[in-house]
């Protein structure tokens, strides 16, 4: 077991003056997966060969064989990027009027509402999951509803039985975003066959990346076929389209980087739970501190803590120190999307008090597999050494 003493002489931090922890690149959140070079390359030589380089070409398809087969549902649609993937969702669904969903969300998912003609309505989270609260969306349906998108927040699989029973009773499509839920699932299994169609985002801060990109999942054939002729301006046939589309397609390029780093799941996913269960050991024992905790299959992507009054500083505080440090930890999601614009000007906002609570004191730490133990041991090193010195922090930030 590893441990880090809190009883050594000196704890040196860089918002007090004393040498960096992080020298040189610094650690972020998230940072990409590297895939196998000379697998990658031996597909961009394909592609070049071939000289199709996007339309559907033959890694992009292979790509979207192998996803369906990995989540175990019937249609992976590749999309050009995760909010891409939402609104060619909301469009082949023929949505109309209010969406309800989780304000705690990257500000991506309603920005895909809006885009689409929609009326994102914020709803509040269960500060556990921090996913949507099943009770709170029932209370804001309304004649205009048409959906529930719930967001499988961390990867952390949302209420689905709850949500399925308040859709069917109002006659809602229930849709997921499922950006950070790739690997991740319930007693039911992986995540992709969840309501009637998951959105996937695969950009390269994401445990399973393309650079950017995305996926639809369903099981649904015609649904399936809509978002494939939507993803495609709508064309059925040279010059001929069946309806309004868009360009949401997926290039052969980054069905390469794709290909080359799900032949990596497996090491990835391994690095990401070694990572995240150091973490947890190492968190344990500090007051004030508390570390998300993730049920089921799992991806183990993202190192999410919790800062209470009792550690000594506040989560802002905390951040500032980290940065100093050359950690860059981030502040997601804060505020809640309600709170920022262009939303926080509508009339009829919803209160939304775990939205609030849990946004002030939520941060992301550097995680996933492109981080060692030591890094690891490293920042905890700093959350340890912040701790003891919360005063001294306290103190030289109310004087800048
Ligand atoms: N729904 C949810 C719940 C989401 O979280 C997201 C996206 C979406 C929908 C929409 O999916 P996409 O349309 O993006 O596919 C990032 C990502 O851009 C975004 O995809 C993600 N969620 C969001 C939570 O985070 P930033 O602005 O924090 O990322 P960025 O560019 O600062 O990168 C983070 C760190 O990673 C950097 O500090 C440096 C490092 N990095 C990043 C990139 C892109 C690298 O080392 N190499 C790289 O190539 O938004």
Redo the contacts with the bound molecule.
């Keep these: 077991m590893m441990q880090i003493t809190t009883k050594a002489v000196s704890h040196p931090l860089a918002i007090l003056g004393d040498p960096i922890m992080f020298e040189g690149g610094g650690l ?5 997966t590297r895939p196998d070079r000379d697998l990658l390359f031996n597909l961009i030589d394909s592609v070049i060969d071939k000289n199709q380089y996007s339309n559907q070409g033959p890694l992009a398809c292979e790509l979207e064989n192998k996803i369906a087969a990995y989540l175990g549902v019937k249609h992976c649609i590749l999309v050009s ?4 993937g ?1 609104q060619l969702l909301c469009e082949a669904l023929g949505l109309r009027g209010e969406v309800i969903l989780p304000s705690f ?2 500000i ?2 309603a920005h895909a509402l809006s885009w689409t003609g929609l009326t994102p309505i914020f709803c509040d989270i269960d500060p556990i999951t921090h996913n949507i609260c099943p009770k709170h969306c029932k209370k804001l349906i309304t004649d205009k509803t048409t959906a529930i998108l719930g ?1 499988h ?1 961390w990867g952390n699989i949302c209420s689905v039985k709850q949500l399925e029973m308040i859709a069917e009773e109002n006659n809602l499509a229930l849709i997921f ?1 499922s ?2 839920a790739f690997s991740c699932g319930n007693q039911n299994g992986l995540a992709g066959g969840l309501g009637t169609a998951e959105a996937f ?6 445990s399973f990346h393309t650079g ?3 996926a639809v999942t369903t099981n649904s054939d015609s649904l399936a076929e809509k978002l494939r002729l939507v993803r495609n301006f709508g064309f059925i046939d040279f010059n001929k389209t069946a309806c309004k589309g868009i360009n949401g397609k997926m290039s052969e390029l980054h069905a390469a980087l794709g290909l080359a780093n799900f032949s990596i799941i497996e090491e990835t996913l391994t690095l990401s739970k070694r990572n995240y269960e150091l973490y947890c050991e190492l968190l344990e024992p500090i007051v004030g501190l508390s570390i998300l905790s993730f049920e089921g299959p799992h991806n183990f992507h993202y190192i999410v803590i919790e800062v209470d009054a009792s550690y000594g500083l506040n989560r802002d505080a905390l951040v500032d120190v980290l940065i100093q440090e050359n950690i ?1 930890a ?1 502040r ?1 999601f804060s505020p809640g999307c309600h709170k920022m614009n262009p939303y926080k000007t509508e009339p009829k906002l919803n209160s939304l008090p775990y939205t609030d609570l849990i946004s002030q004191k939520c941060l992301v730490l550097p995680g996933g597999a492109n981080i060692s133990e030591n890094e690891v041991l490293g920042v905890v090193k700093v959350l340890v050494s912040a701790q003891i010195r919360a005063a001294e922090i306290n103190k030289h930030l109310l004087n800048m």
Excluded at 28 to 32: A, C, I, Q, T
Excluded at 81 to 84: F, L
Excluded at 201 to 206: L, Q, V
């Design positions: 972020y959140v998230n940072k990409p990027s995760g909010t891409m939402i969300t990257f991506a998912t967001v927040l975003d950006a950070h985002s695969f950009h390269a801060t994401k950017e990109g995305g860059h981030r997601h």
